[in-house]
């Protein structure tokens, strides 16, 4: 790459600002005493979206060689800068003035490339089933505040990254494509959130507002498969997939996922689906069920699922409920995990293909488990607490594995072992509540 800069994932370099504004809508919806987080679930939606970024570690370095591959061999080369010192016929100033006029027509171009090629994406992961398991989980918090935004699944990036060849072919490189589809990501952030209502109309006529998207998350027969954009909504209003904001939108999925364990909501949907495609007698039936609308049968096995009519009063929201203390050992672990998590995404963003491959699947492995035992603490499944205290010893072990040769080890060591013994101690507290049989889940009214 003729780039000399890390090709930088900005996602991670936002991890911050996204907690910043998590905190204030946290502050305002308790000042207006308005329940839009629940903590179970709040804290699974995070752990969804550092699983994907953990996946993402594994999956971009696969998916990036097609993009790569078709802009080597492509016709065109559109780089910023390149082009404009091409143009260049008059003095310093000209080339300056041009090339900042270049650059972003360059990039407003991409972008609006970038974001129809998402339309489509989108629209069809939620009109094709077998796609639709790759994008479920950003649809199964049945809350709707920022976290939500950040609840990605895992192994979408297997499938969207095709639907951008077309911009390799063009010739967009792979550093502008990266950018500018990072910042079309990150415009989606804000987004996620019931604290704005709607907004000027010309802003609503073209871009994806608070208001559009409520309604891409809605479980209310009008709202499924409606307003798929990015970051724009022209695509769905052209594309006839557009739905404006009316009643009030009740949130998640029609087949609730039930579940807190952020590795179970990411594989459920498609082990369901390939359960019932070896039922069906005809491979007809098996390939339709998998190409069709999610909830779509064969007669042997029932017919088509439709939707049915929710309002937030009958709308059965999934929960279990944990103490206080055991909550407070969750958030602890969980701030741990996501400094170490992002600390691991910032290195990874760094020098991606030279590092040592146990402190890559080892570092990974334990944020894995981690996310998975906050699960497990939040259903209080029985093989919680020695996967939790494993886990513990587990992290100590990989921490002094990986600072044997560091000048500090012995600091790293003391910090490492107090961390391990204030999070045994802790955690034994709450050990006898795991011995309990285990409630029923507990639903509650959405309203
Ligand atoms: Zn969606
Ligand atoms: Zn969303």
């Not at 969207?160 to 952030?189: C, D, M, R």
């Not at 409520?214 to 594309?239: E, Q």
Request: charged share 15%; proline share 4%.
């Amino acid at each position: 790459m003729r780039n000399t800069l890390p090709v930088m994932n900005l996602i991670v370099y936002a991890i911050p600002v996204f907690f910043l504004l998590i905190g204030i809508e946290l502050l305002i919806a308790r000042m207006r005493r308005l329940s839009y987080y629940r903590f179970n679930d709040a804290i699974t939606n995070l752990s969804c979206g550092i699983g994907s970024q953990i996946a993402g570690v594994f999956l971009k370095t696969a998916t990036f060689i097609g993009y790569k591959y078709l802009y080597e061999h492509s016709l065109f080369k559109i780089d910023g800068p390149t082009l404009a010192s091409m143009a260049y016929h008059g003095n310093a100033a000209t080339l300056h003035a041009l090339e900042i006029t270049f650059s972003i027509s360059i990039g407003v171009l991409l972008f609006v490339g970038v974001d129809f090629f998402y339309y489509w994406f989108h629209r069809l992961a939620h009109e094709i089933s077998f796609l639709w398991g790759s994008h479920v989980v950003h649809h199964q918090s049945e809350e709707y505040n920022l976290t939500v935004a950040l609840r990605q699944a895992a192994l979408q990036g297997a499938f969207s990254w095709v639907f951008y060849l077309p911009l390799a072919v063009l010739g967009f490189s792979p550093e502008l494509f990266l950018t500018i589809a990072s910042l079309q990501t990150l415009y989606q952030f804000w987004i996620h959130t019931k604290l704005i209502g709607k907004m000027h109309p010309a802003f609503e006529y073209v871009f994806n507002t608070p208001s559009h998207h409520r309604v891409h998350h809605g479980v209310n027969p009008k709202y499924i498969d409606r307003n798929h954009g990015g970051t724009l909504i022209i695509f769905d209003r052209m594309f006839g997939t557009f739905q404006v904001e009316e009643e009030e939108v009740v949130y998640g999925i029609t087949k609730q996922a039930k579940s807190w364990n952020p590795m179970w909501v990411n594989f459920e949907y498609w082990i369901g689906l390939f359960r019932d495609v070896f039922r069906v007698q005809r491979l007809k039936s098996a390939v339709l069920m998998l190409v069709k609308m999610p909830g779509w049968k064969p007669a042997e096995l029932g017919g088509v699922e439709t939707p049915k009519a929710v309002t937030p009063q009958t709308f059965n929201k999934y929960n279990t409920e944990i103490s206080e203390g055991l909550s407070y050992y969750v958030f602890f672990q969980f701030v741990v995990v996501l400094l170490g998590a992002s600390a691991f995404l910032v290195m990874q963003g760094l020098k991606p293909f030279s590092e040592d491959l146990v402190f890559k699947i080892g570092i990974s492995s334990l944020i894995v488990i981690a996310i998975i035992n906050f699960g497990g603490i939040f259903e209080q499944r029985a093989w919680l607490p020695p996967a939790e205290i494993l886990r513990i010893v587990a992290t100590i072990l990989l921490v002094i594995y990986l600072a044997k040769n560091s000048a500090v080890f012995f600091i790293v060591l003391s910090v490492a072992v107090a961390f391990g013994l204030v999070s045994i101690l802790w955690f034994t507290k709450f050990i006898g509540q795991f011995n309990l049989k285990r409630q029923e889940d507990v639903q509650i009214n959405a309203g």
